[in-house]
């Protein structure tokens, strides 16, 4: 681990003033950060904890909505009356992720920006584009059982690991940052980037932005959402494919849908396709198998992870079935 010099932040602006300096980085539950330094994946020279901000509530927004701070711990926000109410699939998704230990200290923000799993990315020995531009990929052509399948690139085949994200993805979340030039709303959909050329760059953040909150926009049929996770093993594993679906049903026939996929795409997957063929159908087999088909059209699967698209059909068509059958 390489020197660095720890200060505790006493407000916002203090936080990103600080944030600005060369080598600085936040620190919040650290259960990424402090990891990837060990391995010296990020050597940071300053560490800026944001722990004391007051950026721990979750409050009911006029409208219907709701606002999460950037420093509510995962254990907190998936026990929130609220979300498990309101949004029961970002409640899910949170206990479905990490270790109880885990989510007592994960944060909101620390959630978001969390690092891929990719083991060549967390290898310093071996050349990778995200930690190193330019270096090369050594998944690509090493073994990518767990990689991705959609938005990759040929620079880049990894997973976006949380599982938080793929149910703020289907509940169309807005990210909210703050930053030297005031406070800015990013819908999660545009927030993160895929790798392209450029698999260093991960989200549109601009350098010292601190994310002060995630707002959930009133979606009163998302009592009706659910989210499921296959993994290798039951607990305390990532994802291999994971669904988070929510389903308004009226008269018989879906009148709307959202659909995200986790572990197979190189950001949380967002499928308009899936949605729009399921909208005007009848519940049932026909119209879940229409959707998974849609959401895997652009599958770019390598020799070791071909099994994940009919995993992820798989999992979408079972996570449908099981939103379909709840009663709200
Ligand atoms: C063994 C293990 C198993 C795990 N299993 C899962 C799993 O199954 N599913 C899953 O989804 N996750 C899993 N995780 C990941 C875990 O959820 C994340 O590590 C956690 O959510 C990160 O939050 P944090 O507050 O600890 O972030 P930190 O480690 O403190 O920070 C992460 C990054 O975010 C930046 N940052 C933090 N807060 C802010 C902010 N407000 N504004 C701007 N930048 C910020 C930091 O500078 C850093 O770059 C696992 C982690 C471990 C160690
Ligand atoms: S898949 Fe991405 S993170 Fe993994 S080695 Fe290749 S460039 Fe690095």
């Known amino acids: ?39 010296d994946v990020q050597t940071p020279s300053q560490l800026i904890d944001i722990t004391p901000l007051p950026l721990t509530k979750i409050t009911e927004l006029p409208g219907g909505g709701v606002s999460i701070g950037a420093m509510v711990r995962n254990s907190d926000l998936a026990h929130s009356e609220l979300i498990m109410t309101r949004y029961p699939v970002l409640s899910e998704a949170l206990l479905s992720g990490a270790s109880p230990q885990l989510r007592n200290m994960a944060t909101t923000g620390g959630n978001l920006l969390q690092r891929t799993r990719c083991y060549y990315f967390r290898d310093v020995t071996t050349p990778c584009n995200k930690r190193e531009p330019g270096s090369g990929c050594s998944a690509i052509d090493g073994y990518h059982r767990i990689h991705a399948v959609l938005g990759t690139s040929r620079h880049c085949i990894a997973t976006h690991p949380s599982d938080m994200c793929v149910a703020l993805t289907a509940l169309d979340a807005v990210i909210l940052a703050r930053g030297a030039g005031g406070e800015r709303r990013i819908p999660i959909n545009d927030f993160y980037l895929v790798p392209g050329d450029h698999p260093e760059r991960e989200n549109v953040l601009a350098p010292g932005e601190l994310i002060t909150a995630v707002e959930l926009p009133a979606m009163p049929f998302a009592a009706r959402s659910h989210y499921r996770k296959v993994r290798d093993r039951a607990s305390y ?9 929510a389903l308004d049903i009226q008269g018989g026939a879906i009148h709307d849908a959202r659909v995200a996929l986790g572990g197979v795409g190189t950001k949380p997957w967002r499928s308009h396709d899936a949605e729009k063929a399921l909208i005007g159908k009848a519940p049932g087999p026909d119209a879940y198998r229409a959707a998974a088909e849609a959401a895997l059209r652009g599958a770019k699967p390598h020799k070791d992870n071909a099994f994940k698209v009919e995993l992820a059909k798989r999992t979408l068509v079972r996570t449908l079935t099981m939103t379909a059958q709840k009663t709200v």
Not at 10 to 22: F, K, L, R, T, Y
Not at 237 to 245: H, Q
Request: glycine letters at 10%; aromatic letters at 8%; proline letters at 4%.
């Open 1 to 39: 681990m390489h020197p660095f010099s720890y200060r505790q932040a006493s407000d916002e602006q203090a936080a990103i003033g600080a944030v600005g300096q060369p080598g600085a980085m936040f620190l919040a539950g650290g259960t990424t950060l402090i990891d990837l330094m060990k391995l």
């Open 237 to 245: 594993a990532f994802a291999l494919a994971s669904a988070a679906v």
